[in-house]
T-cell receptor, first 118, second 109 residues
């Protein structure tokens, strides 16, 4: 079974631009979460989507947004890019949403998209 | 708040067992303990998770104390490719995974 895929893998943008990143979850997985990783802050949760609805959101400004499509694929968008948005953006998928507690909610991560803002 | 405590770094000789400790003294009864690792600049890789009982899979073993306040991840025969940052995470009741700084494991020849 194919793993989580993310596109593009690398991206260079300039301040003020916007960017859209894409994530395709493992087949059958319906929950998608996004994380940002920087050297200073480590891995931080951005948001989680399930059934095309945002279930959970981390402490990030409104410039960061996402959506999920009916096939469970997800995109995240960052508008008005700042230098501090340079990071590795990671997507993770799971069978069910976190906190469901019905059965395993193990999240599987993709390779990430490395964004550099100049 | 990562809610787990791990040593910042550890060394292990190649071929020996690597034992990575984690303290999660405030864990609630329905929270799982998850272990992930991240090899430089790659996405975190799931290793193992458990609730109460010890668990073993092809990658590692997870030993959880009876009071569930701490756990140990065991890599039975560490190789150079096991050099990575290992994260111990509580999950399942509060939603998203909250990553701390993890333990940087260096496997040396």
């Amino acid at each position: 079974k194919a793993g989580v895929t993310q596109t593009p893998r690398y991206l260079i943008k300039t301040r003020g631009q916007q960017v859209t990143l894409s994530c395709s979850p493992i087949s059958g997985h319906r929950s998608v979460s996004w994380y940002q990783q920087t050297p200073g802050q480590g891995l931080q949760f951005l948001f989680e989507y399930f059934s095309e609805t945002q279930r959970n959101k981390g402490n990030f400004p409104g410039r960061f947004s996402g959506r999920q499509f009916s096939n469970s694929r997800s995109e995240m968008n960052v508008s008005t890019l700042e230098l501090g948005d340079s990071a590795l953006y990671l997507c993770a998928s799971s069978l069910v949403p976190s906190g469901t507690m019905k059965y395993q909610e193990t999240q599987y991560f993709g390779p990430g998209t490395r964004l550099l803002v100049l | 708040d990562a809610k787990t405590t791990q040593p910042p770094s550890m060394d292990c000789a190649e071929g020996r067992a690597a034992n990575l400790p984690c303290n999660h003294s405030t864990i609630s009864g329905n929270e799982y303990v998850y272990w992930y690792r991240q090899i430089h600049s790659q996405g975190p890789q799931y290793i193992i998770h458990g609730l109460k009982n010890n668990e073993t899979n092809e990658m590692a073993s997870l030993i959880i104390t009876e009071d569930r306040k701490s756990s140990t991840l065991i890599l039975p025969h560490a190789t150079l490719r096991d050099t990575a940052v290992y994260y111990c995470i509580r999950g399942g009741s509060q939603g998203n995974l909250i990553f701390g700084k993890g333990t940087k494991l260096s496997v040396k020849p």
